[in-house]
């Protein structure tokens, strides 16, 4: 009878909701032990560092166990809840399922595991690694000595594409490192034989790699390498209401966990900031012009319902910049030594959420008419409001906006999104005395910066690029005679 129940226990694994990603944090369950559950139906909202996202139950069933809770952090491939899928009642809590139990060692814990785990469905579109389920456990019961086997199983297993024996003896000739890590320094140009390592049982961490990129920063404070990457990191188009300030409770200080968005945030920006040389330059523009476009294509009834705003014309406008200047529209190969030109624009939004900074992009954004384009800004800010965006929607971006302005601020020096060559800031539209027919009078007058990786784009392409969107905006009839 043990046997049945056993067997008729489904366990749903933390699914590889974006691309790479190796871990989720359990913001909510909307489930509980006892309660049904149907195909389809959303049992939790997890956080990777992309993005939440709203995880379905690919069985009907009863929950019989949820394994982790809310606010932990789980691997990719680990199971997170326990369904059974007999029909019966939820089983007594005593009859734990064998993943709560102490781990085995060798194949027989892979002897108890219920039937049918070895290929769980997830969502729509996304699959788990069969490596993805032979991972270091967190904590071992078994000494220091199984953890450097496990660490080292998951090594071979990427090596080799499949998974690695469980009791692996460890291969001291080739540095310890997850997979993540492996392409952080790849990317980064670091040479992990000769990174010395911090973590445990002579693991390689991601700050070992960013220490060894930037020795002259490492040497200075070797465990706070990301504080020490400048600070202009350009803010983003609101999407949110600013939070209400808060008042000091007397505590003198306030640890916050950095995970999620804003830990993938960090990890980029420092990867962009010590990869990929920045250069920025500002141009002053009068853009009285466009803003009377502006007030004008509100009332066109082609628009009517739409987003119509100051930034949906600079859009335009810096698509139309990119059409004159293809060639900033690429990214820098560093395996293979190649510059990437995209014949397509995925132009990425920047947005501030209460989890952090994400840029979703707008796929094709170089086909789309006024209409279309203002459709889905709409869409991407909307979604960003409610903190639904997709990972898919923050992949394969190719050049970015962040709009600054809305704060107050006249300008800045964003950081590059990385694999991306340019990022363009705009600052506050503002009212301002300028020379205009040869007379001073008030006109509206913003500043825009734009940041781009010097290795494939030189001063003149650059230069060519901004001086087109401030063409534009100041003369909005070339959105006609340049298209």
Not at 259 to 269: C, D, E, H, L
Not at 382 to 407: C, D, H, K, L, W
Request: hydrophobic share 45%.
């Amino acid at each position: 009878m043990t046997t049945m129940t056993e067997a008729s226990v489904r366990e749903f694994k933390m699914p590889d909701v974006g691309e790479g990603l190796t871990e989720a944090e359990i913001l909510k369950w909307y489930v509980q032990p006892g309660d049904t559950v149907t195909d389809g139906q959303v049992v939790c909202e997890v956080e990777t560092a992309k993005a939440a996202v709203e995880l379905p139950i690919p069985y009907d069933g009863v929950v019989r166990e949820l394994r982790f809770p809310e606010g932990t952090t789980v691997d990719v491939g680990v199971s997170i809840i326990a369904v059974d899928v007999s029909g019966g009642a939820a089983p007594a809590p005593a009859e734990a399922a064998p993943a709560t139990e102490a781990p085995q060692a060798g194949p027989a814990a892979e002897e108890e595991k219920p039937a049918g785990s070895g290929r769980q469905p997830v969502l729509v579109g996304y699959g788990v690694a069969a490596s993805s389920t032979k991972r270091r456990p967190r904590k071992s019961t078994g000494g220091p000595s199984q953890e450097t086997a496990a660490v080292a199983a998951a090594v071979q297993a990427e090596l080799n594409g499949h998974a690695a024996p469980p009791a692996a003896p460890a291969d001291r000739s080739r540095p310890l490192a997850k997979p993540p890590v492996r392409k952080l320094a790849k990317d980064l140009g670091v040479d992990l034989a000769a990174v010395v390592p911090s973590g445990p049982d002579g693991v390689i961490t991601r700050e070992d790699v960013h220490a060894a990129a930037a020795p002259a920063i490492a040497s200075a404070a070797p465990e706070s390498v990301p504080a020490a990457v400048p600070a202009p990191v350009v803010a983003p188009a609101p999407v949110v209401a600013p939070a209400a300030a808060v008042g000091f409770d007397g505590a003198r200080e306030t640890r916050v966990p950095v995970k999620g968005v804003r830990k993938a945030t960090a990890q980029a920006m420092v990867g962009s900031a010590f990869t990929a040389p920045h250069v920025t330059e500002f141009v002053t523009v009068d853009v009285t012009r466009t803003m009377k476009l502006v007030e004008e294509l509100k009332q066109d009834k082609d628009l009517q319902g739409l987003r119509v705003n100051p930034l949906l014309l600079i859009a335009k406008a810096l698509l139309v910049a990119i059409r004159r200047n293809p060639d900033v529209n690429a990214s820098w190969d560093e395996a293979n030594q190649e510059i990437v030109r995209k014949h397509y624009v995925n132009l990425g939004i920047a947005a501030a959420t209460p989890r952090g900074l994400i840029v979703p992009n707008i796929k094709d954004a170089h086909d789309k008419t006024l209409p279309q384009l203002a459709e889905a800004l709409g869409e991407l800010v909307a979604t960003a409001r409610e903190g639904r965006t997709s990972p898919a929607a923050m992949q394969g971006g190719t050049v970015t906006i962040t709009n600054v302005g809305v704060f107050g601020v006249d300008t800045g020096t964003p950081i590059l999104n990385p694999g991306e060559a340019a990022i363009l800031a705009v600052g506050a539209i503002k009212l301002q005395p300028w020379v205009h027919k040869g007379k001073v009078k008030p006109r509206q007058v913003t500043t825009l910066a734009l940041s781009f990786d010097h290795r494939l784009v030189d001063g003149e392409l650059g230069s060519r690029v901004l001086a087109d969107t401030a063409a534009v905006l100041e003369q909005p009839k070339r959105l006609i005679t340049w298209a």
